[in-house]
């Protein structure tokens, strides 16, 4: 049997990505996509398995050159989401579903083994507490909430609601990765030090919460925060996706401060470049030693 460090879960997505000046690009994109490429560019052994309709996306092609192994599953859609940005940094759009993923199963993962389920989605559906429950008792869990509160509405555009659920599995995770809205939206608090404590507190195991301007992680011991550090914003799209996978993948290696350090010099040499991070842990280490 195959064994792995990480396999990333997920859909991919049809991305419409509209800009403030309304240039638009289409691209094969998902949380899947970003997560993947971080988390075997960071030097772990990775799997990724997701699932969309054959005829809509070519996988193979939008994962070329990934160092990971490349695992699928159909769909009869293919989650697609329109982004309009209203800013040129990108923190302010609008998101509208043009297409929504059959939610995954855990046995349609992949019979290997791996260290950590790292469970990249995209909205609320994707995953359930039975799929989460089921990784548990078979590796480590590390979900980005993202898929929790994101919700198609009736009109297709989407919201951001509380997680009814979280009280119920926020003890199944090892990894818990929350941006500072969505944490408000989870604990009611603006202070991104006492939401992690809280989100710690209801049982999730350790917190990475990412902010434009730094990324905090929590232990239950302490709070560790590290400045991001970006020349620029071009590779904006897909930052908390990097973020979290080089956390969970350098969190394998090293101590809670050292792979918060990592992940987000890992994050701000990715953002300076549009797409996935298609460099390598050298790099990333390089990065370290002239920014940080």
Not at 65 to 88: E, P
Not at 271 to 286: Q, S
Request: aromatic share 10%; proline share 3%.
């Amino acid at each position: 049997m195959k064994e792995y460090d990480i396999m990333v879960v997920g859909p991919v997505s049809l991305d419409h990505n509209i800009d403030y000046l309304g240039n638009e690009r289409k691209e094969v994109g998902g949380a899947v996509v970003a997560s993947g490429f971080a988390a075997a560019g960071s030097g772990a052994k990775t799997a990724i398995f997701c699932k969309s309709n054959a005829a809509d996306a070519d996988v193979k092609e939008r994962f070329a050159g990934v160092n990971a192994d490349l695992y699928w599953a159909a769909s009869k859609a293919t989650c697609s989401i329109r982004n309009q940005y209203f800013t040129a940094d990108k923190e302010k759009r609008a998101c509208t579903s043009m297409g929504v993923c059959d939610p995954f199963r855990f046995e349609e993962l992949p019979q290997v083994k791996t260290k950590v389920y790292h469970f990249a989605g995209l909205v609320y559906g994707d995953f359930d507490g039975a799929l989460l429950a089921e990784a548990a008792k078979h590796g480590k869990v590390g979900l980005d909430v993202q898929c929790m509160l994101r919700h198609v509405e009736p009109d297709k555009s989407m919201a951001f609601h509380d997680w009814a659920e979280k009280k119920e599995l926020l003890p199944l995770m090892d990894y818990f990765k929350t941006d500072a809205a969505e944490a408000e939206v989870l604990t009611g608090l603006t202070d991104r030090v006492e939401a992690a404590k809280m989100l710690h507190d209801w049982g999730a195991k350790e917190v990475v919460i990412t902010h434009n301007t730094e990324v905090l992680a929590y232990d239950g011991n302490k709070v560790y925060t590290c400045p991001i550090k970006a020349r620029n914003l071009s590779g904006r799209t897909g930052r908390g996706d990097t973020t979290f996978a080089g956390y969970i993948a350098e969190r394998q290696r090293g101590s809670v401060e050292e792979a918060l350090n990592f992940c987000t010099a890992l994050v701000s040499l990715k953002m300076e470049t549009p797409g996935p991070f298609k460099g390598t842990r050298e790099d990333v280490l390089a990065y370290m030693k002239e920014f940080y």
